[in-house]
Every structure is written in structure tokens, then in C-alpha cells.
């Protein structure tokens, strides 16, 4: 009886630990906390900080920023992504949530890229064949080809990627991110065109090539 006890006081425990570990954003201590986006910022804080809350309204929690498809032209790759944040949607303040549109052109993809602070789940709105990957930290690689009204789950802060198989046909999934402020990390871009850039001693050496492998990729990428 007493190991029973024991184990379950453990198993209490660990279910605690675990909650506690896998929580995204900070809790909300109130129902909502309609972001006030206007300048001049005069105090800074982890978030923005609330309207009063009697000037709440109906047009805080709902946005229009993800009816328009973006414009796939413009990126080389052929992906454009549009997400909802505190301007657009002020109502999603403290609760530790993002949507993602992501509009694929045939054959375009969403390179391989970290989410710092947010799990990702997207479902595939439009799209014959999509493939999903991910990576994990001893470097296996999780792929999956999707269809129309599939979804795909991304690990928070694992590189992962998205590629529309189809080469024709454009693509449209959505994304549901559990942070109000994902941030998105490009591992092309954040090697091969920061600024300032990384010395090109130390590109050389991290991926074994030489200098003109790294002007190369650093003038393809447009850094
Ligand atoms: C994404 O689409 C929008 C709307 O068409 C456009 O204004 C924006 O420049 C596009 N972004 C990129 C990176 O191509």
C-alpha cells in the first residue's frame, strides 16, 4: 500500500513537472488583455500592455489579415507567409497564440526554419501533395506527405520545413503557433546573411567549404 502511495505521489509529481515544462506563454492573470499598440512605448514589459478593459470590443478578437492570399511571385523560394499578431489582432495579447497563413506557389517551399518559442500544428487547407519535415536534436529526420485536410505537428524549436510536391498547383495550409511571438529563425539566413555577416573563416569551417562556396551562397540567398 505504501509503495502504491509512493508511486503515485511520484507519478503526481512528474505529471506536474511535465505540465509545467510544456507551457507555452506566461498564463494570462485576466480574461483578456487587449493589446495597446499605439506609440510612444514609454515602459517596456514580456508582451505589450492591456487597453482598459471597458474599452474592449468585439473587432479586438477577430482579424480579416488571413482572408487575402499573399503574393508568392515575389520570393524566390515561392512561399509567403502572413500571421496574426497584436496589430492585427490585439485580443490574442498574453494568450499565447499565433496563426500562420502560408501561401506555396507549385513547387515552392518553406525552407528549413526554427520557431524559437512555439510548437506548431498546420493543417492543409488547399494542396494535392505537401511533404512536411522536421528534424530532432540527434538529427533524424520526420517527413510526412500531406494531402487536402491533413495536418502535421512541429515541435517547438525544431528546424522543419514544408514543400509543395505538386508543380503546378499553389498550396494554402494554416498554422496554429503556441506563443503570440513564435519568431521564426531561417537557417540559410541566419548563417549566410546576417548583419553583420559571420566571418567567412568561420562559414568555412562550419560547413567545409571554401571562400568562394560562401560568396556564392551568401549572393544566392541576396545577402
Ligand atoms: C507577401 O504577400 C503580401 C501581400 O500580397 C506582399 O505585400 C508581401 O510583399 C509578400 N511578402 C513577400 C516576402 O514576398
Do not use: W
Not at 89 to 97: D, F, I, K, R, S
Amino acid at each position: 500500500m505504501a509503495t502504491l502511495t509512493c508511486s503515485f505521489i511520484l507519478f503526481f509529481y512528474l505529471f506536474l513537472i511535465i505540465i509545467f515544462m510544456v507551457r507555452s506563454d506566461p498564463e494570462p492573470l485576466q480574461d483578456y488583455c487587449v493589446a495597446q499598440t499605439q506609440p510612444p512605448q514609454t515602459f517596456f514589459l514580456n508582451g505589450a500592455p492591456c487597453i482598459n478593459p471597458a474599452d474592449a470590443s468585439p473587432s479586438h478578437f477577430t482579424t480579416t489579415a488571413l482572408s487575402k492570399a499573399g503574393d508568392t511571385a515575389a520570393n524566390p523560394l515561392g512561399f509567403n507567409v502572413t500571421l496574426t499578431n497584436i496589430r492585427n489582432l490585439p485580443g490574442v495579447n498574453t494568450l499565447g497564440l499565433t496563426m500562420a497563413r502560408v501561401d506555396i506557389a507549385g513547387n515552392g517551399l518553406v525552407p528549413p526554419h526554427t520557431h524559437p518559442r512555439a510548437s506548431e500544428v498546420t493543417i492543409v487547407i488547399k494542396g494535392s501533395s505537401l511533404l512536411a519535415g522536421f528534424v530532432d536534436t540527434s538529427n533524424r529526420l520526420f517527413t510526412q506527405q500531406l494531402r487536402e485536410g491533413d495536418a502535421f505537428v512541429f515541435p517547438k524549436g525544431l528546424i522543419h520545413f514544408l514543400y509543395n510536391l505538386d508543380s503546378k498547383a499553389p498550396a494554402l495550409i494554416i498554422s496554429g503557433l503556441t506563443s503570440q511571438n513564435p519568431g521564426a529563425q531561417l537557417a540559410s539566413a541566419a548563417t549566410f546573411t546576417t548583419k553583420p555577416s559571420i566571418p567567412d573563416d568561420i562559414l568555412k569551417k562550419a560547413f567545409q567549404i571554401n571562400g568562394q562556396d560562401v560568396s556564392r551562397i551568401r549572393r544566392n540567398l541576396g545577402g
